[in-house]
């Protein structure tokens, strides 16, 4: 049972156009939102995060927005940069529980340039 | 030096060999976590724990065991590895009240 799913296993976008990576959950309970970024050869990084009390946060470059009532979640990123290519997890989590990271199947995402 | 550091990098061993993957942090984290990786499946969580005293099943434990020899080290071992253990893993801290997991650069395992 995915209770993160990640349904574009990959996306290919041009340089300087938006990126837009999408997340689905199941698990209502949960309430707490992350995104992180993978380089081959590397661990995960954390990029942003979103609590269920908002629905937009900005870092930058990056915007991840949350619809509650759908249960999805979604990274943009304006504009796009090679060094953007990368593998994106998103990952959700019950703050008030016990504090376990599900984390969706990732999207491969290419930056042309 | 990184501060989430995982040994080794990169094994090869046969089924049925005993093998333990090592995680040490410089962070001062309380909470530790191990995750696998496998095309497809994205990560998922395999044992994690709170303290020193603390251990909990993840999603797939089935196969693994930890043990939290102090603080800052948070071992992994299969007692009898299978070839469909063949996987990244990768070890994870987070600290107390903190919402953002810290990850290591994953040690990558083939069971032939």
């Known amino acids: 049972d995915q209770q993160v799913k990640q349904n574009s296993p990959s996306l290919s976008v041009q340089e300087g156009r938006i990126s837009i990576l999408n997340c689905d959950y199941t698990n209502s309970m949960f309430d707490y939102f992350l995104w992180y970024k993978k380089y081959p050869a590397e661990g995960p990084t954390f990029l942003i995060s979103?609590?269920?009390?908002?629905d937009k946060n900005e870092d930058g470059r990056f915007t991840v927005f949350l619809n509650k009532s759908a249960k999805h979640l979604s990274l943009h990123i304006v504009p796009s940069q090679p060094g953007d290519s990368a593998v994106y997890f998103c990952a959700a989590s019950e703050a008030s529980g016990t504090y376990k990271y599900i984390f969706g199947t990732g999207t491969r995402l290419k930056v042309l340039a | 030096d990184a501060d989430v550091t995982q040994t080794p990098r990169n094994r090869i061993t046969k089924t049925g060999k005993r093998i333990m993957l090592e995680c040490s942090q410089t962070k001062g984290h309380d909470r530790m976590y191990w995750y696998r990786q496998d095309p497809g499946l994205g990560l998922r969580l395999i044992y994690y724990s709170f303290d020193v005293k603390d251990i909990n099943k993840g999603e797939i434990s089935d196969g693994y065991s930890v043990s939290r020899q102090a603080q800052a080290k948070f071992s992994l071992s299969l007692e009898s590895a299978i070839p469909n253990q063949t996987a990244l893993y990768f070890c994870?801290?987070?600290?107390?009240?903190?919402?953002?997991?810290?990850f290591g650069a994953g040690s990558r395992l083939t069971v032939l």
């Open positions: 979103i609590s269920s009390i908002k």
């Open positions: 994870a801290t987070r600290a107390a009240g903190a919402n953002v997991l810290t």
